[in-house]
């Protein structure tokens, strides 16, 4: 069986892109931070600062 190794190249700020893509689309479907948390399995406090530390608009 052939294994591949993948090179992953992502730009610097791949983290706060996400970051506010979560809180971007998560608005737009009217979800709370609350709501979210419980439907994916984390702590709200874990989203509350994953949204306003990497998702900072800049």
Partial sequence: MTTFKRD????NNIIEVVAR??????KM???TQEQLATDIGVSIDF???FETT???EG
């Fill in 29 to 31: 479907a009217g979800i």
């Fill in 54 to 56: 990497f998702g900072k």
């Fill in 8 to 11: 992953f190249t992502f730009k």
């Fill in 21 to 26: 893509n979560v809180r971007k689309y998560r």
């Fill in 47 to 49: 989203l509350r600062r």
